[in-house]
């Protein structure tokens, strides 16, 4: 099962990027983040026709995620915790597999820059949410995969010049320190799980050439549950996405599970 998660930054703007990306990296399932459109303004029809099962928590011209699945799915939509929040950033998915069943969520954690204002202080609370979430997730003791912008930089490898980021929302020492709590509820960091190598961006931002230049982030993440992480085979980064024409500032990432 190939399992992929990508960044889109408004899905309407890319919807010839999406539809080749599903046919040329053909995944069984693809976690979208900032879709940036409501429900009914999702190319439904164009992925449908591609093949895919789509489920949708879209909100109008912030945030929005999406799950897109080759097999039927059932859907869970929202981050539980706080009643009065929102945002659509979170969508949830029991996935049918070979085995039983996958249950993968598609995650768009806040940015919370500027710090020492209200977005960090959201941010931080909703990764205590998440937290709390993934806790009780684990105790089904089935294979999970918690996919997505998670806008966490975990450690200065992940940023090609990590001194430019100090004091930013996404590299805070609070920020990481939530993250490595997510972890260590028993998470695996899927790419992390691979390779230990410095320099594997998942993120360029369009100012100040950072793309050309190559300084890049790598925030865009896969956790596994310990028996998501016993089928991991393998992972890729579609760093190729970024050099298109009009691309998202992010690209996929995915997974090979057995």
């Not at 990296?25 to 449908?48: G, N, S, T, Y």
């Not at 929202?78 to 249950?103: K, Q, S």
């Not at 940015?111 to 609370?125: E, I, M, Q, V």
Request: charged share 25%; glycine share 6%.
């Amino acid at each position: 099962m190939r399992i992929a998660t990508w960044n889109v930054n408004s899905v309407r703007q890319r919807v010839d990027h999406l539809l080749a990306y599903l046919k040329e990296a053909e995944p069984d399932v693809l976690c979208l983040q900032e879709i940036k459109c409501m429900d009914d303004a999702f190319p439904r029809l164009e992925v449908e026709s591609a093949g895919y099962n789509v489920a949708t928590h879209g909100q109008k011209t912030f945030n929005g995620v999406a799950i897109l699945s080759k097999r039927p799915i059932e859907v869970t939509r929202g981050l539980p915790g706080d009643d009065a929040d929102e945002h659509a950033r979170y969508i949830e998915a029991l996935v049918p597999h070979d085995t039983g069943v996958v249950r993968v969520a598609s995650i768009y954690l806040p940015n919370g820059n500027p710090p020492l204002t209200d977005k960090y202080a959201y941010k931080l609370a909703w990764m205590d949410r998440l937290i709390a979430h993934a806790r009780g997730l684990l105790k089904l003791e089935e294979p999970l995969v918690l996919a997505g912008d998670y806008n966490v930089i975990p450690d200065a490898r992940d940023a090609a010049d990590p001194q430019a980021w100090d004091g930013d929302a996404l590299y805070l020492p609070a920020t990481r320190e939530r993250f490595r709590e997510l972890i260590n509820l028993g998470l695996t960091d899927a790419v992390r799980a691979c390779s230990d190598e410095a320099g594997l961006y998942t993120f360029w931002d369009y100012q100040a050439g950072a793309w050309p230049r190559n300084k890049g982030i790598r925030i865009d993440h896969l956790l596994l549950s310990p028996q998501a992480a016993d089928l991991l085979q393998s992972y890729a980064i579609d760093k190729h996405m970024r050099a298109l024409e009009k691309p998202s500032d992010h690209v996929p990432v995915r997974i090979d599970l057995a």
